[in-house]
């Protein structure tokens, strides 16, 4: 039976900081890229999303790390639109074309609640970071209903600091992307300004709430941070830069889940550089990075020279993660 969800339910403080949140979205600074339409009132940005966050798909998912996916799966919810533009996003028909329906905060809530219910290990937000606002409010309705599992916030890592801010003590486990080293690629590839300084503050932000990853007894995220960096063909992500930040900024105690599944889609079979699979070569040399830089805690997804299946579904289809090995978490 579903757990009736009050607006009175929720303390005037916390009321307060969803007003706060909701501010944001007029005119819109929501994201780093501060575009400043009026949300509120329906004008779309980048992200294409206006007052109401639009959900794309919510369900037990196995394809994550598996500190995230445990034997029950993490209870992942898809939102729709996205802050990048990246050329080879393998989510395209959800960050790009907007696949999926505006649901009100009390209906997200009821989401994460049913997910709870079916034996979720976590509440798995992917691609959050222009609807803080919308999930911030959320959160605070499930919280009041009965949601008692982790929070995963799952990103591109394009964020921005103050409205992260805002969600100190609801979030439990930050999940970012590093995706860059160098500004250049950022912009040309995913459509990025200063990328890589935004990205950096928001990892420090992120670090700073909730520190390094730790697991409980059976080996499931509970609190921390967890990077992921997709590496790209031609060297284009800089993984020597990302990993020399994680390791003198963060320490060499924080995962990194190293992913290397990349293969081109969307915009990316038209760009000469990034239009082919990784070689063994380039997979051998982050390797070596991960290495020679000393994070041996995470994740390393197994080499594959068959092509993937696309990501397009992702309520329904297993991601490449799947096939990841792990180095010892402690």
């Known amino acids: 039976m579903s757990v009736p969800l009050l607006e009175d339910s929720i303390s005037p403080e916390v009321r307060e900081k969803i007003a706060e949140a909701y501010r944001a979205l007029f005119p819109c600074r929501a994201c780093p890229r501060h575009c400043g339409v009026n949300r509120l009132s329906g004008e779309q940005g980048t992200c294409r999303t206006g007052a109401l966050a639009k959900v794309a798909a919510a369900n037990l998912h196995f394809g994550e790390e598996p500190c995230l996916t445990g034997t029950r799966g993490s209870g992942t919810v898809f939102f729709s639109g996205c802050n990048l533009a990246c050329d080879f996003c393998q989510n395209f028909p959800l960050s790009q074309y907007g696949q999926g329906v505006e649901r009100t905060p009390g209906e997200i809530a009821e989401i994460y609640l049913d997910l709870q219910r079916r034996g979720a290990h976590n509440i798995n937000l992917v691609t959050p970071s222009h609807v803080i606002p919308q999930v911030l409010h959320s959160l605070a309705l499930a919280r009041a209903g009965g949601l008692t599992i982790p929070v995963v916030y799952n990103s591109n890592g394009y964020d921005e600091p103050a409205m992260l801010r805002l969600l100190e003590g609801w ?51 509970q609190r921390g941070v967890l990077v992921r960096h997709l590496l790209l063909p031609s060297e284009l992500s800089g993984f020597e830069g990302v990993a020399r930040f994680i390791r003198e900024e963060l320490g060499e105690h924080v995962p990194v889940s190293f992913m290397g599944q990349y293969f081109p889609t969307h915009r ?55 096939k990841e090995m792990t180095f010892a978490i402690s």
């Open 171 to 221: 979030i439990d486990v930050y999940l970012p992307d590093m995706k860059y080293s160098a500004e250049a690629p950022a912009l040309r590839y995913s459509k990025a300004p200063a990328y890589v300084e935004r990205n950096r503050a928001a990892v420090r932000e992120m670090f700073r709430q909730v520190g390094a990853l730790s697991l409980d007894g059976q080996g499931l995220a």
């Open 268 to 322: 990316a079979l038209r760009v000469p550089l990034l239009a082919r699979r990784l070689t063994a070569e380039e997979y051998e040399k982050g390797l070596g990075i991960l290495f020679s830089e000393g994070l041996l805690e995470g994740y390393v997804q197994e080499f594959e020279e068959e092509e993937p299946i696309s990501s397009s579904r992702p309520e329904t289809e297993e991601s490449a993660c799947q």
